[in-house]
């Protein structure tokens, strides 16, 4: 619940499919690598960037639309 609107506005502008995808993704990787962070959603998103050979692929592709 709360990692999913964690991610929401972080890939708003994605279209509606590679959003839920992009948010699916970026939210078990986060639970993975970047639990500690939590709920600082800029922080995690920072996580994610830092661990970026490590995260799935649709979530390096969410995190280009994180600003």
Do not use: W
Not at 8 to 29: F, H, K, L, N
Not at 46 to 67: E, G, P, V
Request: net charge positive; proline share 3%; with cysteine.
């Amino acid at each position: 619940g709360l990692l999913a609107l964690t991610f929401a506005p972080m890939i708003a502008r994605a279209d509606s499919a590679e959003e839920e995808r992009g948010r699916v993704a970026c939210t078990q990787d986060a639970q993975v690598y970047c639990s500690k962070y939590f709920p600082n959603r800029d922080d995690v998103a920072h996580c994610l960037m830092r661990n970026s050979k490590r995260i799935s692929k649709a979530c390096r592709t969410a995190l280009r639309h994180f600003k």
